[in-house]
């Protein structure tokens, strides 16, 4: 440990002078172009270099601002380095008091935090005084109890029974006593502290400037159940938890192989939460894996509580209504992404693991689709995209036919209409956006309800919204339907709904001003922005846009699986090639020779 | 030290907002600028020409007579009540107050004029989109169609599909019939219209057609006649007869055989019934399909006559004697007669069109196209070389069948 900081100190030292000379030669700088603006100025005519002199001051003293400003930021940034460089270099000290007393002021009197003092050793005289930190509720207690506290009071009195034996150092306390399989020698306060954070244990004694990280962690966790988010019907019924450790496990026990690399960071300066990048070694673009790694490494953030903290750091385009991440709760979905060569990332304290990159087409696939039979999962999905459509361009389509061309509208139908707008006191649009606003209030408010008050909530709505608006005249019966539609619609699009519901209002708008060709110039607006968009540098439209003929087989159409013969081409995956091609059993193509060989 | 550190935090903030605020002032200027560009580029079209559908009075049928003043016109427009018409049964009885349609009459010189005039006795705009039907009266056909077909074609919000008919009496009376099945008379009559099918007895014709054969010059474009009858105090639309035209103008008429002559010259009829009869008694023929072709050929001495080939399938409908139908010689009996029928029911037409001096079946046109220079001599007194011109009829029958029964119904059975 210890050539490392000296290291880090090196570099600093470096930087320190690197920045002394940056400061100076600007310094420098900044006295040349003054004396060069004079010397200008005095050349020019009496009035102007007056008015020159102004401004170049000014200009100067601006720059002299920022420049400043500028320093001020850097000598901020070394300060706050060189501080917890020092902090953490701060090695223990062999007085146990005084490590404690260290330990309990950077904890501030935390009541969490256990200090369990006690000794052990041959006799009074030659007994070790020791402790154990760790945090009330982090750790697995029987397992503080058995398998240190107790080997360490009991065990060393028999370890000592031999007159030849002693414990002299840490080390020895960790190779001979401690029946714990993670444990691990620190130095310092930093390290010993992070070691309590993360729910191990650390045990200092007396007279050793060493302490033992032991691996003691056990708090409480949920329980792997079934994701709410995502139902499976045939498909496997495991969700992600909220603990980083499980989830990496649950997804191991999908993929056996050591080619799944797992990378830990640490991302959060105040929140240290754990964040690790999952990747099939051999598929995926190892330039994806760096880039992913490097983004997550910019990120300069406080605290990163769940994916979406992430996900808007390293996002290509954060401006975009539509996701360009894609995150599930399924173990299986996450998988099947990685083994595609995307890049999975897990973050501590969140039940949803992200896979980069994310292409359009992922809005409309779910993880059942591979399971169910192919024809089922096409018409599902071209039912989706039809849900897509409807659902983004209803609303607007509606205002667009009842207030610019009516021609279109059916003559019957145009009757219906006409009947149900007659004492309706707005106009088509304010009616549609009044439905929509409680649309979705009635949406944002069952989500955020109680179960129980929820339900009272959707009958409400349903009441005031179906029946009593449309009895009392306030909107129209077809607005009313109109609604329900789009709402119905855009709850069977698995992912971009939010997306949706935004540009439908954008889309509502363009139609209240210009009918069908506002519609057209917002489906174009829409169009050009998607196939502008990128995920970790795939382009978000393929495989339409730009045009792959080999990956339309799990675009639209969900072909069978062994028809899947290569990965996706956008992923870039190392590996192109998925399997070969074989058609399944067919008595006349030898695929069942075992079968007939069987007597 | 905490105070300390308090301060200078705050100062770098404020720095730091400071130069950030620098930095993107430029950039949060051009979006500003770009985006109230977009806004006011959308305020400049400001719903044009956007309508609600409440502010509108759809318009399904209209009528055209003549004014009561001299060059006047008379326009009625149906205009559908939506409220009426959404709930409820339809209305019982004669009753006004329960109509589904207000019929909104004006005066004025031209039709456009009409139609702005009506603004000023009506808060809605009348609204021609939905149009379906354009009756003028036999009266003012007779004086002058050409205003009002001017405006129904030009105008961009009136279609082209909608049915031309002509009315015997007042037209505006046939949007006043009594109707029991539809709600409006309107779409009564142009269900009547689509209807015509099946007994080819009616010319239908759309304005789109009509407007063809006028801007022809040769042919005299014909329209389907509509008349009011009684019964039980209650006044019905039907259909009955063709009128001919002739530069503009409504010179005569056909009846409804004539019309069928006329439409199996067009190749227009396609299904009906035809009585045919026979030394027994009648036996009704069903016409299942039919197909005519006319071509124009040139005779050796240079003249030019007309050549109509009727292919026609027919099956028996019904059989009013007591013969089998279904016998080989009473086949071939049947299909004689039912030539006969047709080839009389063409050459009444001929001789009506003749009488009338009107090319209803388009010969000119048929001339023109395959002969245009022996036409351009044609041309000049085409009325005298039409009451001349030579029509070979050849009609070809079949009958495929005598329904699902072989011998007739008749008591102890056929022999």
């Given amino acids: ?599 | 030290m905490t105070k300390q550190a308090a301060k200078t935090g705050r100062k770098t903030f404020l720095s730091l907002s400071a130069s950030l605020f620098h930095k993107c002032r430029r950039r949060a200027r051009r979006a500003a600028a770009f985006l109230l560009c977009a806004l006011l580029v959308l305020c400049l079209c400001s719903c044009w020409s956007q309508r609600e559908l409440n502010s509108l009075a759809i318009v399904l049928g209209t009528a055209l007579d003549v004014g009561n003043q001299p060059d006047t016109l008379k326009l009625t427009a149906q205009v559908v009540k939506a409220a009426d018409i959404g709930s409820g049964p339809a209305p019982q009885g004669g009753g006004a107050e329960n109509k589904a349609y207000v019929n909104i009459s004006h005066t004025d010189k031209s039709v456009l004029s009409v139609v702005r005039g009506v603004t000023h006795m009506q808060n809605r705009r009348l609204y021609f989109s939905h149009n379906e039907v354009l009756i003028f009266s036999s009266d003012l056909a007779k004086l002058d169609m050409a205003e009002g077909l001017d405006a129904f074609t030009r105008d961009y919000e009136a279609r082209m599909n909608i049915y031309i008919l002509i009315s015997k009496g007042k037209a505006s009376e046939i949007l006043e019939e009594d109707v029991e099945l539809e709600k409006l008379p309107a779409l009564h009559i142009s269900g009547m219209m689509e209807n015509q099918k099946a007994n080819s007895e009616t010319a239908v014709v759309t304005l789109r057609d009509f407007t063809i054969a006028t801007l022809s010059g040769s042919t005299a474009p014909v329209a389907p006649m509509v008349e009011l009858y009684e019964s039980e105090r209650k006044k019905y639309a039907q259909l009955n007869g063709t009128a001919v035209f002739k530069q503009g103008k409504m010179i005569g008429e056909l009846d409804k055989t004539q019309t069928r002559g006329l439409l199996w010259v067009t190749n227009k009829a396609k299904s009906g019934v035809m009585t045919v009869d026979t030394q027994w008694g009648q036996v009704i023929l069903e016409i299942l399909h039919s197909n005519s072709s006319l071509k124009p050929v040139k005779t050796e001495d240079g003249t030019i006559r007309m050549e109509l080939t009727v292919n026609e399938d027919g099956a028996v409908e019904s059989n009013e004697t007591n013969e089998n139908m279904s016998s080989l010689e009473n086949v071939e009996m049947l299909k004689e007669r039912m030539k006969e029928t047709i080839r009389l029911e063409i050459e009444d037409t001929l001789e009506q069109a003749r009488t009338l001096s009107a090319d209803i079946f388009g010969f000119g046109e048929a001339i023109r196209r395959k002969y245009p220079k022996e036409w351009e001599k044609m041309k000049e007194n085409w009325d005298m070389i039409f009451s001349e011109i030579e029509l070979d009829i050849q009609v070809n029958v079949e009958l495929h069948s005598t329904g699902i029964l072989v011998k007739p119904v008749i008591p102890g059975g056929a022999k």
């Avoid at chain 1, 380095?81 to 950077?106: F, G, I, P, Y």
């Avoid at chain 1, 897990?346 to 039940?351: A, E, F, K």
């Fill in chain 1, 1 to 599: 440990m210890a050539p490392v900081f000296a290291v880090q100190k090196g570099k600093n030292a470096e930087k320190a002078v690197l920045f002394q000379d940056a400061y100076s030669t600007a310094e420098h700088k900044i006295q040349l172009t003054y004396s060069q603006l004079i010397s200008v100025s005095q050349n020019r005519s009496h009035i102007q270099s007056r008015e020159n002199e102004r401004l170049a001051k000014m200009r100067f003293i601006l720059k002299l601002i920022r420049l400043l400003h500028k320093q001020h930021k850097q000598s901020r940034k070394t300060d706050e380095h060189s501080q917890s460089n020092e902090e953490s270099t701060q090695a223990l000290s062999q007085n146990l008091k005084k490590n404690l007393d260290t330990v309990k002021t950077r904890f501030g009197d935390s009541s969490d935090l256990i200090i369990r003092e006690f000794s052990f050793g041959r006799d009074k005289e030659r007994e070790i005084k020791a402790a154990l930190i760790f945090l009330d509720g982090m750790i697995n207690l029987s397992m503080i109890n058995d398998n240190i506290i107790k080997p360490l009071m009991h065990g060393s009195q028999l370890f000592l029974a031999e007159e030849t034996a002693d414990i002299s150092s840490m080390d020895e306390i960790r190779d001979t006593l401690l029946a714990v399989g993670e444990v691990k020698t620190v130095y310092t306060y930093n390290e010993m502290i992070e070691a309590c954070l993360s729910g191990n244990a650390v045990l200092i004694a007396e007279g050793f400037c060493k302490a033992l990280d032991i691996g003691a962690k056990g708090w409480e966790k949920r329980a792997v159940t079934e994701p709410t988010s995502e139902t499976a019907i045939r498909g496997p019924r495991e969700g992600f938890t909220e603990n980083l450790r499980t989830n990496t496990s649950l997804i191991r026990r999908k993929i056996k192989n050591p080619a799944l690399k797992i990378r830990a960071t640490v991302i959060g300066k105040r929140t240290h939460t754990q964040v690790n990048i999952l990747y099939m070694g051999g598929i995926a673009d190892p330039d994806l894996v760096s880039e992913v790694e490097r983004r997550l490494k910019k990120i300069d953030t406080d605290a990163v509580l769940a994916t979406g903290y992430l996900e808007e750091y390293i996002e290509d385009s954060p401006s975009t209504a539509f996701p360009t991440i894609w995150c599930s709760e399924k173990p299986d979905a996450i998988a099947g992404k990685l083994l595609e060569g995307r890049v999975a990332i897990v973050v501590d304290g969140s039940p949803f693991v992200m896979s980069v990159p994310m292409l359009f087409v992922e809005n409309f696939q779910t993880a059942e689709d591979y399971i169910t039979r192919s024809h089922y999962a096409t018409m599902v999905r071209i039912l989706r995209l039809i849900a897509f459509i409807i659902s983004l361009f209803t609303p607007a389509l509606y205002i667009a036919l009842t207030t610019y061309h009516q021609e279109l509208i059916p003559t019957t139908l145009l009757f219906t209409m006409a009947a149900s707008s007659e004492g309706v006191p707005f106009p088509a649009a304010v009616e549609m956006g009044i439905m929509m606003l409680v649309f979705e209030i009635l949406r944002e408010a069952g989500i955020r309800m109680p179960r129980a008050v929820g339900q009272t909530i959707s009958i409400v709505g349903a009441l005031v919204m179906g029946e009593a608006a449309v009895q009392a005249g306030i909107v129209g019966a077809p607005v009313v339907i109109i609604i329900a539609i789009t709402a119905v619609s855009s709850f069977a699009i698995p992912f971009a709904s939010d997306a949706i519901s935004l540009l439908r209002w954008f889309l509502l708008i363009m139609a209240t001003t210009m009918g069908s060709f506002g519609i057209t110039i917002g489906a174009f607006i829409i169009l050009v922005h998607l196939t502008s968009l990128r995920s970790f540098g795939a382009h978000y439209l393929a495989p339409l846009a730009p045009f792959q003929k080999a990956d339309l087989k799990d675009t639209v159409v969900r072909a069978p699986l062994w028809a899947m013969r290569t990965r996706p081409q956008e992923i870039s995956p190392q590996d192109l090639k998925r399997q070969n091609f074989k058609i399944p059993y067919h008595p006349s193509a030898g695929g069942g020779s075992n079968r007939s060989e069987e007597p």
